[in-house]
Nanobody, 120 residues
């Protein structure tokens, strides 16, 4: 049974920090690129950050560069999103995504999301 379970969301003041976690099971985590997406009310879902299967490379949306850091621990089957200097416009539901590496059967999995609210 494939599962991606996000945690760590909540309410934080502008300028504050949160760390999101996504615990994965049921698939070969070390052969999947991982990413975080977010969706705010009335907005399209957007890519926030992505990291390669071995953790050797990452990329970020321009809106979060310098503030967010994606990382992964393949021994724990977990991917993280460290969010610093949070802004109200970061408010959204954040989703964890897993995508199979090229060279294996294409597969894509999603978590259920965790709410992040940035407000004073």
């Amino acid at each position: 049974q494939v599962q991606l379970v996000e945690s760590g969301g909540g309410l934080v003041q502008p300028g504050g920090s949160l760390r999101l976690s996504c615990a994965a099971s049921g698939f070969p985590f070390g052969r999947y690129a991982m990413s975080w997406y977010r969706q705010a009310p009335g907005k399209e879902r957007e890519l926030v950050a992505a990291i390669t299967s071995a953790g050797g490379s990452s990329n970020y949306a321009d809106s979060v560069k310098g503030r967010f850091t994606i990382s992964r621990d393949n021994a724990k089957n977990t991917v993280y999103l460290q969010m610093n200097s949070l802004k109200p416009e970061d408010t959204a539901v954040y989703y964890c995504n897993a995508r199979a590496d090229y060279g294996i059967a294409p597969k894509n999995y999603w978590g259920q999301g965790t709410q992040v609210t940035v407000s004073s």
